[in-house]
């Protein structure tokens, strides 16, 4: 059974940096796409980066220039640099992937988040 386990997540004052590590679990044959979403108190869960294992990504535009995705596929781990934070990166961070396994083909996952919160 896959698992993702966020980590890395804290309390950080403005124009600070965090690193968040996504690591999978299983019997996993690849990750083909990994992605960060946040969740705000209130707000809609939102898409931050995605990265495929081309290394093609996508950011949200309030990140950009800020926040960096990686993955590695040979350790089954994707990271999130995040730098110059604001107070509104405040939110529960969760990362999703779209893994391929030998007995569900190809599914995606999500891990159980994991808090960060910028203060002023």
């Known amino acids: 059974q896959v698992q993702l386990v966020e980590s890395g997540g804290g309390l950080v004052q403005a124009g600070g940096s965090l690193r968040l590590s996504c690591a999978a679990s299983?019997?996993?044959?690849?990750?083909?796409?990994m992605g960060w979403y946040r969740q705000a108190p209130g707000k809609e869960r939102e898409l931050v980066a995605q990265?495929?294992?081309?290394?093609?990504?996508k950011y949200a535009d309030s990140v950009l220039g800020r926040f960096t995705i990686s993955i590695d596929n040979a350790k089954k781990t994707g990271d999130l640099q995040m730098n110059s934070l604001k107070p509104e990166d405040t939110a529960v961070y969760y990362c999703?992937?779209?893994?391929?396994?030998?007995?569900?083909?190809?599914?995606?996952?999500w891990g159980q988040g994991t808090q960060v919160t910028v203060s002023s």
């Open positions: 999703n992937a779209n893994i391929y396994t030998w007995s569900e083909g190809s599914d995606y996952y």
């Open positions: 990265i495929t294992s081309g290394g093609s990504t």
């Open positions: 299983g019997i996993i044959f690849s990750i083909n796409a």
